[in-house]
């Protein structure tokens, strides 16, 4: 007996030459020696590992049920051996996903850490019967088991939806590696499975790392509406984060929760002035556009920066989100005035002309102050502000009477977008104002929205620059690793 371990004590070291021993080492896992079940585990777990190709099948693939059942040998060493040699199977340890999810148990460590990797190895349709004993072992003491469990549950998709309260638990896990898995995992359950679990993936939010942080705010993002009790806990991430890549995809899941970020436009307005990252500035105007009519207050400001700001993209999304605050505009029916555009000068809501840095407003404005911004932002060189510069005229009602020449000025220009805007801004300023103008707003409207010059529906006549997304990019990363990554200024 002593002689038979010592010969296959060395087989290990002997890789692929041992493979033509296999069977005979597959029978030795019956030995009543512990020491001789272990080298014969060892052995085969060993057999068929080269660098070169070949072709013979690894002695694992052909004996793993054999070792399967040495899973749940007496001996811990046995054990450890065993799921080592089920790693190396492969694909071929499918059928026996079971004995190692049960393996997930062991009182040793390395054992369920053996049988972890071994899970990772069997396919994602072995898996999926076995998600509990995955979730379960997301709370093991050993972080490498920790780390696998929430890679295969990664591995896995939408099979390990049933587990995302596991998961999101999982987010305050010690092991900065275990959190960052987790919340990759989360990224790939969707709204429906995430969106319950909102709380648990807003606290991730002050989390120290950096990936961490960001992807939490983009799972909130996905989830849209239903986050919108963590819309604070947003706010403060795109106002105060140290990374602007955090802060400008906190911005945008605002954006996604829409109106009921509306509570925290101050924090947006902050953000969307004195950001010095433009993808910040750029998501929080976003998110001030998806806020709409809440954000009228602030007009003002956003007309300013519609007009000063030097990146087109930025101008572009202050310009948009001009338009859906102005909306939000007192009514104010030409109708009722003299005719003159002469009616009371009421008062804006108060509007910073740059934010303070606690969010809040200061200065006094007027609806005929602002007028006279929109007809600046109709100069602008970029189309699309264009546009939305025309189109903000509708709400302002006998402020934007006196500036009628300037809207009609816009009937004329080469993108027929801006031209049918122009048209609409005049008739809602009265009949009698758009009368001068019948023929050129008649045939403005009259055009189906389609660019001149055969110029793609989304380029700017101007310089062809496509039109800039408010979003974020998302990249891949590592085939099945997604990050939402904001460019940075």
Not at 390 to 416: C, I, M, Q, W, Y
Not at 421 to 448: F, S, W
Request: net charge neutral.
């Amino acid at each position: 007996m002593a002689s038979l371990f010592m010969v296959m004590d060395q087989l290990p070291s002997r890789g692929i030459a041992a493979a033509p021993h296999s069977g005979s080492l597959a029978k030795a896992l019956d030995d009543d020696d512990s020491g001789v079940r272990w080298a014969a585990a060892e052995a085969l777990a060993s057999c068929g590992t080269s660098n070169r190709c070949d072709t013979q099948p690894h002695s694992a693939t052909l004996h793993a049920s054999e070792l399967a059942v040495c899973l749940r040998d007496s001996d811990p060493w046995v054990r450890r051996a065993a799921a080592k040699g089920l790693r190396a199977a492969g694909l071929a340890a499918a059928p026996h996903a079971a004995s190692l999810a049960e393996a997930l148990k062991d009182t040793d460590d390395d054992v369920r850490h053996g049988a972890a990797a071994a899970l990772l190895t069997v396919g994602a349709t072995a898996l999926e019967s076995h998600t509990g004993a995955l979730a379960s072992a997301l709370q093991d003491s050993d972080e490498r088991v920790r780390r696998l469990a929430a890679t295969i549950l990664r591995s896995v998709g939408v099979a390990a939806a049933p587990h995302a309260a596991s998961l999101s638990a999982a987010l305050q896990d010690s092991d900065d590696e275990v959190r960052k898995i987790v919340v990759r995992t989360l990224s790939f359950l969707g709204p429906e499975a995430a969106g319950p679990h909102a709380s648990n993936i807003s606290a991730a939010l002050k989390d120290r790392d950096t990936e961490v942080r960001a992807t939490a705010a983009s799972i909130l993002g996905a989830i849209g509406a239903i986050a919108s009790s963590e819309a604070g806990a947003l706010a403060e991430a795109a106002l105060h984060d140290q990374d602007a890549w955090v802060r400008a995809v906190s911005a945008d899941a605002l954006r996604s929760i829409g109106p009921s970020a509306a509570p925290h436009i101050g924090c947006l307005i902050n953000a969307a002035s004195n950001d010095t990252c433009e993808a910040t500035r750029r998501t929080a105007l976003a998110a001030l556009r998806a806020v709409g009519p809440a954000a009228a207050s602030h007009s003002t400001l956003l007309a300013e920066m519609s007009v000063k700001e030097k990146d087109l993209a930025v101008r572009r999304a202050a310009a948009a989100a001009l338009r859906a605050a102005a909306s939000g505009l007192a009514p104010d029916s030409p109708a009722s005035s003299n005719g003159s555009g002469d009616s009371p000068d009421v008062p804006l809501p108060p509007s910073p002309r740059k934010a303070p840095a606690d969010g809040g407003s200061q200065g006094q404005f007027h609806r005929a102050e602002l007028a006279e911004l929109v007809v600046k932002i109709l100069h602008d060189p970029d189309a699309q502000v264009r546009r939305s510069a025309a189109a903000t005229f509708k709400p302002l009602g006998s402020f934007g009477r006196p500036h009628a020449e300037a809207v009609a000025t816009a009937l004329r220009d080469n993108d027929p977008r801006v031209r049918r805007a122009a048209a609409k801004a005049l008739q809602a300023l009265g009949p009698d104002v758009v009368a001068p103008y019948a023929a050129a707003v008649a045939e403005a409207l009259r055009t189906n929205g389609s660019p001149v010059n055969g110029s793609p529906a989304n380029m700017s006549p101007t310089n062809g620059t496509p039109f800039a997304s408010p979003g974020l990019q998302v990249r891949t990363v590592a085939g099945d690793q997604v990050s939402f990554k904001a460019e940075r200024s």
